[in-house]
């Protein structure tokens, strides 16, 4: 079990992914204000985070399961997220901004290209029916928490056939003290 499944739980992990595939990977800030508010998510604390722990959690769990972006779809090199920071691909190090490209010099048409181009890259993806490293991930986790619940469902059903037993054996006590008074 990695540091990132003892962190933070699988569900978290899988509603990350989707809101990624789903927004972008330039829109962290969305994403950790939609993981907030997630009524799935209303009881793990660890769901409270910045715009770069998202992202930064994102790469890791990429990185996790040997999966590589492609900078072109991702914007991961190159991009800023809503905070200014950075990120390089390779090593996953968060970077401030420069004086030159600080985060007031970026307008709304550059960002606004940046999602058109995440936009485009996806819709390439799926009319050549692609798997993207990001689709790739959350079907890696949806497998997993899928299990997971499965698993959960078999505890369930061996304690409620436990307890099922031992009311019968109550019951049936109860009945032959009943017949021998």
């Known amino acids: 079990m990695?540091?990132?499944d003892k962190e933070y739980p699988?569900?978290?992990q899988l509603i990350l992914a989707q809101l990624v595939i789903e927004q972008g990977t330039d829109a962290f800030r969305s994403i950790a204000e939609s993981l907030e508010r997630h009524p799935m998510l209303q009881n793990i604390p660890e769901r409270?985070?910045?715009a770069t722990k998202c992202r930064s959690l994102y790469l890791e769990m990429i990185k996790k399961?040997?999966?590589e972006l492609n900078s072109g779809d991702t914007g991961v090199n190159s991009s800023r997220d809503s905070e200014g920071s950075s990120i390089?691909?390779?090593?996953?190090v968060s970077h401030s901004p420069s004086p030159s490209l600080s985060s007031s010099s970026t307008t709304p048409s550059s960002s606004s290209a940046a999602a058109t181009a995440t936009a485009t890259a996806t819709a390439t993806a799926k009319k050549k029916k692609m798997v993207t490293p990001e689709l790739r991930l959350a079907q890696?986790?949806?497998?997993?928490?899928?299990e997971e619940l499965i698993q959960d469902m078999h505890q369930d059903e061996t304690e409620f056939v436990t307890t099922y037993r031992e009311l019968e054996d109550l019951?049936?006590?109860?009945e032959a003290l009943k017949g021998t008074e």
């Not at 890696?140 to 899928?146: A, E, F, Q």
């Not at 019951?171 to 109860?174: E, K, T």
């Open 171 to 174: 019951q049936r006590q109860a």
């Open 65 to 67: 399961e040997g999966l």
């Open 2 to 4: 990695s540091n990132i």
């Open 10 to 12: 699988l569900v978290l």
């Open 48 to 50: 409270k985070m910045t």
């Open 140 to 146: 890696i986790l949806y497998m997993s928490y899928t």
């Open 88 to 92: 390089n691909k390779e090593s996953g």
